[in-house]
């Protein structure tokens, strides 16, 4: 038997998005700030996801590459670092297309006709002819993307929580279907065997119960129990998992979700912020573009004149105060509007002096790539290298499991 002598490495996080261009702080609150959290916790991998681009702008692809190189930038100038994370491009890893094509296979129309994006999307994108395949079998690509680097956790909001739950159910489809050889058993005791009586006797008897009764409490054991076999191949411990799962060896391990809490982060006329909306404060707007967006910016409409009294919960600017102000700061406003014995400039100028230094930060940070996409090249093609790594170590095992490793 294999041995590798490594240490557990810390569970793995992988999240992408679509290559939109510049982001702006609907994407920074919604998502990245949270990637830049993540990255000195978890081994982080992150991906720009220009292939689920072409579901819905397959006849836009002239904007793809600068749209990523430039969302990139912004990534670097949040605070996500090469030397924490691992930042590729999807369409550099071509073993997702391999993987979202064996997955395709075994993957239930009905499964992909339900997510319930699917239906939402094509609504609110009315104009665009997105009765494609590519587009139905989005779902399936999501899958692949995460179940490719076995990620243990997928950062999402909970409007995004049933794909993840679409790739678990995927995930266990596969290993139901492929998980399982003529020697499975005669393996997994072999596995025991070399652990020792006690081991194999301890976990027998979570299997046992955990088959028989359904207890999950048993389940949690044996799951306990493999966690800290550090010198036994990977390979390995998912057989022994999934023999105490009843499913088989445990190919593609099934993500959780790691939700995320996302402030709401209203635009600078109140709706939604998008770029659609054109409402955005961009992550790399200046010092003076952001005190002339938040100078515009709408606020309770009750105070038509500074002596009108307002209400904080129905002005967008105070949503923004939640999210950059102290509590200190947030009293003052909120008790200044209700009283009126402040103006709404006055209420303003806080948030435009801690948007204008944060955005300092960001420009300081950006620069360098933004003066030198060769880095930034750079560092897509590095990310994407070790992106691959482990994607031609998957698919291996996945080829392998199905049968068709030739040669």
């Not at 689920?52 to 990139?72: G, K």
């Not at 993957?107 to 395949?133: C, F, G, N, Q």
């Not at 290298?385 to 068709?404: P, Q």
């Amino acid at each position: 038997m294999t041995q590798a002598n490594t240490a557990r490495r810390p569970d793995r996080v992988l999240s992408g998005m679509r290559p939109t261009g510049r982001m702006h702080l609907g994407n920074y609150h919604g998502a990245l700030k949270n990637w830049v959290d993540l990255q000195t916790q978890y081994d982080c991998y992150f991906f720009v996801a220009d292939w689920h681009a072409l579901t819905t702008a397959y006849d836009e692809t002239q904007t793809i590459e600068d749209f990523s190189r430039e969302m990139v930038v912004d990534w670097l100038g949040a605070g996500l670092s090469p030397e924490h994370a691992t930042i590729f491009v999807q369409s550099k890893v071509p073993e997702h297309a391999e993987l979202h094509l064996f997955l395709s296979m075994i993957t239930p129309l009905s499964w992909v006709e339900r997510v319930p994006t699917y239906k939402e999307m094509i609504d609110s994108l009315e104009s665009k002819d997105l009765a494609t395949y590519g587009f139905l079998g989005y779902p399936v690509l999501q899958a692949a993307d995460i179940l490719m680097y076995r990620a243990e956790r997928v950062p999402v909001g909970m409007d995004q929580a049933p794909h993840v739950e679409m790739s678990r159910e995927i995930a266990r489809r596969f290993n139901d279907i492929f998980g399982r050889g003529a020697d499975f058993e005669s393996q997994v005791m072999a596995t025991l065997d070399s652990q020792g009586g006690e081991f194999k006797k301890a976990f027998l008897h979570c299997h046992r119960r955990y088959r028989e009764g359904g207890d999950a409490e048993a389940l949690r054991q044996g799951l306990a129990m493999l966690g800290g076999l550090e010198s036994v191949a990977q390979e390995y411990v998912e057989r022994l998992e999934g023999y105490l799962r009843g499913t088989g060896r445990v190919i593609l391990p099934e993500p959780q979700t790691l939700v995320t809490e996302t402030p709401r982060v209203v635009g600078l006329d109140g709706r939604k912020m998008s770029k659609s909306y054109g409402n955005t404060i961009q992550l790399r707007d200046s010092p003076e573009v952001i005190e002339r967006k938040v100078a515009r910016m709408q606020t309770d409409p009750a105070r038509v004149r500074l002596k009108d009294p307002g209400d904080p919960a129905k002005c967008p600017v105070y949503a923004w105060h939640e999210i950059y102000l102290d509590e200190e700061q947030r009293q003052w406003a909120a008790e200044g509007c209700r009283t009126a014995s402040i103006g709404c400039r006055d209420c303003k100028q806080p948030l435009i002096d801690a948007l204008s230094a944060e955005r300092t930060e960001f420009i300081e940070r950006a620069t360098p790539y933004a003066e030198n996409p060769a880095e930034v090249e750079r560092v897509l093609a590095a990310g994407s290298e070790k992106a691959r790594v482990i994607a031609k170590e998957t698919m291996h095992d996945v080829r392998s499991a199905i049968g068709l490793i030739h040669g």
